[in-house]
Every structure is written in C-alpha cells, then in structure tokens.
T-cell receptor
C-alpha cells in the first residue's frame, strides 16, 4: 500500500527564518502531492498542489518541491511568522481519488 | 470564497444510537468524500462518492456506514449503530475537475466532532 511519511513530528524555529518540512513517499510516484495546514480542532486547509511533472511551485511565502528520484517533497515557509504555527499535512493520491495523509509536522514559530 | 460546510460542529451520542452527519459541498463540485481523524492520529479516508454512487471505500467503511446525496446540495454520512471507537472528527471534502479532466484539489469542511458515550 502507498505510504506517506513526515519524519519530523515537531519543528521549532525563530520568527523570520525559513521553515523546511519533509515528506517522503513509498512505492510508485504519485500523480501529485498536496500540502495542507491544520489548526487544532479544525479541518485541513489546502495550501499547494504539485504534480509529478513539476519540480517546484510557489505561492507567496510558500514553496514546494517534488523530487521523484529521492521520492520526496519539501515544503518551505520563508520569513516565518508566529501565525504560521500549525500542523502541516502532506497527502498523496494512490492512483484513485482518495488522499493518503501523513501524520503531519507541528510547526512552532517563536517571536 | 466558496467553502464546504458541515453540521453539527459537535455531536454527542450514546453507544448503539444512529447519527447523521451533514455536509454541504462546494456548489459546482462533483466528487464528494468523507474522512475521519481520531484524536492525535492521521486523517483517514472513509469513502468517495461520484455520480450518485460510492466510487471507493476503505476497510473502516463497513455495513454500519452509509452515505447519501438526498438533494442537489447536501451530502450525508450515517452511522447506524455507533461504537465507542467511532469517536473522532469527521471531515467532508469535495473536489471539482481540472482542465485535464482529473479530479482536482480536495477542499475540506471544518469537521464534526463525534463523541460516543
């Protein structure tokens, strides 16, 4: 079965620095990877989708990369702010419509 | 901006009772989903629904679960006889179709917290 692993359970960084979160997948390359933000007790909020044939995608302070050789996606938040503190989820397809989620990385940005 | 809505936000029920969780997907979307998240665990797929029928379901989605689109706007999840282990956040999601004809980004609702006593 397809798996998604987000190796870091928690990441603490200082305001203004770049946060880098890692997502690794197993088996065949997904058609796309999606990144979501989840605040406590709330639903996942879509941030970025990157397709297999895309190396990098950006949206404001967010950047995501997709490396099919390493079977890895990196998610970057530049100039991080305390308001960026949340759990970030990586999700992949498994050749169907459903999403398979990782356990998430809890990001804490300190002033 | 269009969004997925869910009601109720919190449902408390006794074990063995039936519950219906309700969702209003984004209006022009065609694909609908239910996921659940047990406290402290990952978000797990339950079922997907397209063209008025289930397109895929997980092992969790057994005979106690059913989904329905009773009209043009609502999408419901019914749990016939709730168990203690059904306590979780239940998220509804919907997606459209991108320009290539593939299902697009899934947008999630705020969730219903189900507590089974």
């Amino acid at each position: 079965s397809q798996k998604i692993e987000q190796n870091s359970e928690a990441l603490n960084i200082q305001e203004g620095k770049t946060a880098t979160l890692t997502c690794n997948y197993t088996n065949y390359s997904p058609a796309y990877l999606q990144w979501y933000r989840q605040d406590p007790g709330r639903g996942p909020v879509f941030l970025l989708l990157i397709r297999e044939n895309e190396k990098e995608k950006r949206k404001e302070r967010l950047k995501v990369t997709f490396d099919t050789t390493l079977k890895q996606s990196l998610f970057h938040i530049t100039a991080s702010q305390p308001a960026d503190s949340a759990t970030y989820l990586c999700a992949r397809d498994d050749n169907t419509d459903k999403l398979i989620f990782g356990t998430g990385t809890r990001l804490q940005v300190f002033p | 901006e269009p969004e997925v809505t869910q009601t109720p936000s919190h449902q408390v029920t006794q074990m063995g009772q039936e519950v219906i969780l309700r969702c209003v997907p984004i209006s022009n979307h065609l694909y609908f989903y239910w996921y659940r998240q047990i406290l402290g665990q990952k978000v797990e797929f339950l079922v997907s629904f397209y063209n008025n029928e289930i397109s895929e379901k997980s092992e969790i989605f057994d005979d106690q679960f059913s989904v329905e689109r009773p009209d043009g706007s609502n999408f419901t999840l019914k749990i016939r006889s709730t168990k203690l282990e059904d306590s979780a956040m239940y998220f509804c999601a919907s997606s459209g179709v991108d320009t290539s004809g593939y299902t697009d980004t899934q947008y999630f609702g705020p969730g219903t917290r189900l507590t089974v006593l």
